[in-house]
């Protein structure tokens, strides 16, 4: 008797740090494939030395290991979508660069986390490098005003330098956050979803746009409290909804919903801030929701 092989689940590739509180990096990557069905692959571009309060510092991978190991799984396993977030240095954006661009048909979906430098000079020149490098190719841009300024080049006036899963104060006003937006669509940026998690007001309120324009807006209650990986979540559960095939404003309402989910159920590890909870479906905890 013939033994059913199962199908293979779709196959995302995850660019991202190694965070070893597991709030965010590569382990929130993992775990938000993982529970979403798909079968993560996971290229490690920093170590970053933090706790669930503060980055004390971040290590770049060796970046001819990094284009080895990614190299070495694409030759042999066919992905849906690719993951992008902190590379950890200026060199290794133009590495995940390179590799990425001969998969254009591939949607990439690119978390900038920007927060999780902690030199301001590299922070500036991996900033460029992403515009000029990463952007272009870019499916999916998930940030908030402050980086979405920042990667079009617009200064919002907001020095905050948050490394909590793309937090910032109110920094620019509405008109430099709409040019930054058309300018990011012009260099190439297929859509862009800009949060307002770190932000403050009673509703977080997400707004996608694509090339007509703003294309779905998606609101909820604030819930209280700081979230590690509340960013990195949600960037990772959309491109686990484009690898199953969904098109882009179904995708990024699932990936919402889930991101929301996991926040309404996270927990506090340690003594900072909570992580959300990605299996919370599998827990047997009911949802405490509105």
Request: charged share 25%.
């Amino acid at each position: 008797m013939a033994i059913a092989v199962p199908d293979t689940p779709p196959v995302v590739l995850c660019f991202a740090p190694g965070d070893p509180t597991g709030g965010g990096g590569l382990v929130s990557d993992i775990l938000t494939l993982s529970s979403m069905g798909c079968h993560p692959l996971a290229v490690q571009t920093a170590a970053v030395v933090r706790d669930t309060r503060n980055v004390d510092d971040v290590l770049p991978a060796d970046g001819e290991t990094l284009v080895e190991q990614a190299r070495a799984v694409l030759e042999d396993i066919p992905v849906a979508a690719f993951k992008v977030g902190f590379c950890g240095s200026v060199e290794n954006i133009a590495r995940v660069a390179e590799v990425v661009s001969d998969y254009p048909e591939v949607p990439l979906v690119l978390e900038p986390a920007l927060y999780a430098g902690v030199d301001a000079e590299e922070d500036e020149e991996a900033v460029a490098a992403l515009a000029e490098l990463i952007v272009p190719q870019t499916t999916l841009l998930v940030a908030g005003r402050h980086e979405i300024c920042r990667l079009a080049g617009i200064d919002d006036g907001d020095d905050q330098d948050d490394d909590a899963d793309g937090g910032e104060g109110a920094g620019a006003d509405e008109a430099d956050v709409q040019e930054a937006v058309a300018r990011l669509l012009e260099s190439g940026t297929e859509y862009v979803l800009l949060t307002s998690g770190g932000e403050q007001g009673p509703q977080v309120v997400n707004r996608l746009y694509g090339p007509e324009g703003l294309v779905r807006t998606d609101a909820w209650d604030r819930l209280p409290g700081r979230y590690l990986g509340a960013g990195a979540t949600l960037a990772a559960a959309a491109a686990s909804a484009l690898a199953h095939g969904m098109a882009m404003p179904e995708a990024v309402r699932e990936a919402q919903e889930f991101a929301q989910q996991t926040l309404r159920h996270a927990y506090r590890p340690g003594m900072g801030r909570a992580v959300p909870d990605r299996f919370f479906w599998a827990r047997g905890r009911e949802a405490d929701d509105a």
